[in-house]
C-alpha cells in the first residue's frame, strides 16, 4: 500500500524505491514464480513484451496493438514483434495443410 505516498510503488514509510531494489525483488518473484530461472533476469519492460506478444499469440489486429503500445504506426510493431508474426504465418501455413490434405 502507497499509505498516501505520491509513489505507486513504494517502501513501507512512502519512499521511493531504489531502482536495483525493485529489479531485484521483480526477478525473485519471477524465479519464485518458475517464470525464469535462478540466475536469469528480466527487466520490467519485458512485461510489455510479453503483453503484445500475447496479443498477437491470440489473434489480435496488429493496429489494435501498436496503439495499445502506443506506437506511432504499425511499422515499428511489425518490426520488433517480426518474429512472433512469422511464427503465426508458420502456424497458418501448417494450419491450412491440416485442412486440405
Known amino acids: 500500500q502507497s499509505n498516501g505516498s505520491e509513489y505507486v510503488i513504494c ?5 521511493q524505491v531504489n531502482r ?3 529489479y531485484n525483488a521483480f526477478n525473485r518473484l519471477l524465479t519464485h514464480s518458475q517464470l525464469i530461472s535462478k540466475g536469469d533476469s528480466r527487466g520490467v519492460h519485458s512485461l510489455r513484451h ?3 506478444t500475447m496479443l498477437f499469440e491470440n ?4 493496429k489494435v496493438i501498436s496503439e495499445l503500445l502506443g506506437h506511432s504506426s ?3 510493431t511489425e518490426t520488433v514483434y517480426i518474429h512472433v508474426i512469422q511464427k503465426l504465418k508458420a502456424k497458418a501455413i501448417n ?7
Not at 489473434?59 to 496488429?62: A, D, I, K, L, T
Open 59 to 62: 489473434g489480435c489486429n496488429v
Open 11 to 15: 517502501t513501507k514509510d512512502g519512499a
Open 50 to 52: 510479453t503483453f503484445a
Open 74 to 76: 504499425t511499422k515499428t
Open 95 to 101: 494450419d491450412l495443410d491440416k485442412y486440405c490434405g
Open 20 to 22: 536495483h531494489t525493485f
